[in-house]
Structure formats: structure tokens, C-alpha cells
Nanobody, 123 residues
Framework: QVQLVESGGGLVQAGGSLRLSCAAS????????MAWFRQAPGKERDFVAA????????YYTASVKGRFTISRDNAKNTAYLQMNSLQPEDTAIYYC????????????????WGQGTQVTVSS
């Protein structure tokens, strides 16, 4: 069992930055790859980024490549999403996810979800 709690969302102007954190509980955290998804109003939950169990491999959706960076600190049971050059189209609820597969880009197959954190980018 893995429980995930996101933090770090908020309101930022276009071009700004935010760093999301995902704190995980559970002794098997290192057995899970981590990922971030996002869901805008009226839209499906879409994949954003994933990181492997050791952190040695990362994978991004095309629209965030070069702007977002996913990382993890296994000593702290925490995953991060550094978001730079934010744009209004990045506005969404961001969800942390844990899954035994990597990369898990399909929301229907995720093992565990966090509760989400709102990111709003103003123009």
C-alpha cells in the first residue's frame, strides 16, 4: 500500500515556475515508478512525466519536454515536478501517481493516486 500527498500548487503568472512535491508513505515506495498526470476542467486525466524506480530514467509528454523536470529522492520518499516557463494551458489539477510499471502513461492502469493539487497559470 502506498499513500501519496501532493503539495506545491498555486497561482503563478505565465513564464513563472512552480515545484510540486509528492510525499509517499509505505515501506515499498522504492518498488514503484512515479508519475505526474494532470486534468483540466472538462478534459481527461493526461500523462505529464514519469520516473523509474531508481530515478535513472525519465519520460515526458511532448508538450512539457524541456520545461518540466521530474525527480525523486528515495531517502525522503518524495517525488518532485519542477515546472518552468509555465503557460496558461498548463492550468490543471496535477496528480501524483505510483505504479509498478514504467513508464505508466495510461491513467486507467495506475496503482495509486494522490488527491491532486491545483496549478493555475494566469496570462
Amino acid at each position: 500500500q502506498v499513500q501519496l500527498v501532493e503539495s506545491g500548487g498555486g497561482l503563478v503568472q505565465a513564464g513563472g515556475s512552480l515545484r510540486l512535491s509528492c510525499a509517499a508513505s509505505g515501506r515499498t515506495y522504492r518498488d514503484y515508478a512515479m508519475a505526474w498526470f494532470r486534468q483540466a476542467p472538462g478534459k481527461e486525466r493526461d500523462f505529464v512525466a514519469a520516473i523509474s524506480w531508481s530515478g535513472g530514467s525519465t519520460y515526458y509528454t511532448a508538450s512539457v519536454k524541456g520545461r518540466f523536470t521530474i525527480s525523486r529522492d528515495n531517502a525522503k520518499n518524495t517525488a518532485y515536478l519542477q515546472m518552468n516557463s509555465l503557460q496558461p494551458e498548463d492550468t490543471a489539477i496535477y496528480y501524483c501517481a505510483a505504479d509498478r510499471n514504467y513508464p505508466s502513461t495510461t491513467s486507467r492502469r495506475i496503482d495509486y493516486w494522490g488527491q491532486g493539487t491545483q496549478v493555475t497559470v494566469s496570462s
